[in-house]
């Protein structure tokens, strides 16, 4: 079924098994395949309605609550699951300059409710490297930004979380302006979600994943340690902090 649909068999297992939802144009292939009359189709189209996520992200922020291991790369934002309510809404805002309070809030809601599972006693292991840039522009003001930095350090005190960041002195890097999740599962292939504008691409197959987890760890060799990471954090929270106090 794989070879005919063109994904890999443990992508259609995982279909089996109630772990993931096709995306719609493999959906749209298994019925050509059986013959189902659109009916893997009409299903698919049903499951995006309802999700409170874009199309583009739904299978991946399914994926994301099932894992047991989550790798991220941000180049320029703080990843979702590490954003404050304020932070969060200062991104929505810059993308949905226009947008009523209602769609806002339940955008960053939505957010919210993914970071949850890094309070779940079960989480999974969390590693997240941000390019220092994430930590200097002043999404929502230097009063938010101070305190989204501020939730970093206490995540990171409480060991919820690994964090370590690519610092501008690194120079060229892998993953130049391109966001990057990795994640494992107890009992299914590992995944990769890439994105861009208004897309994503999530990737199953064995070789692809490699390669991405080889890009991972050239940038986990460049990046700062997660002590000289914190102390980074830190400090440009007080930064921004000082930018407060001078306006």
Known sequence: MGARVFVSGGYVGQFEQAIRKPQLDVAQRIDETLQTGGFFERMCRKLISTSRYAEYFAAAAELEALATRICEFAPTVVPGLLQTAEYARAVVLASNPLAADEYVEETVKARLDRAEILKDAARPEY?????????????????????????????????????????YAAGAHPQMGKMLTLMEFEDAPPTAYTEAVYSGNLLDNPALVKRVQGTYDLLRAAALSPEATLTLVESAAEDHRRCVSTT
């Open 127 to 167: 590693w997240a490297i941000l390019h220092e840039t994430a930590l200097r522009i002043p999404a929502g003001g230097p009063a938010t930004m101070a305190r989204q930095l501020d939730h970093l350090a206490a995540l990171v005190r409480e060991r919820k979380t690994l964090i370590q960041v690519l610092p």
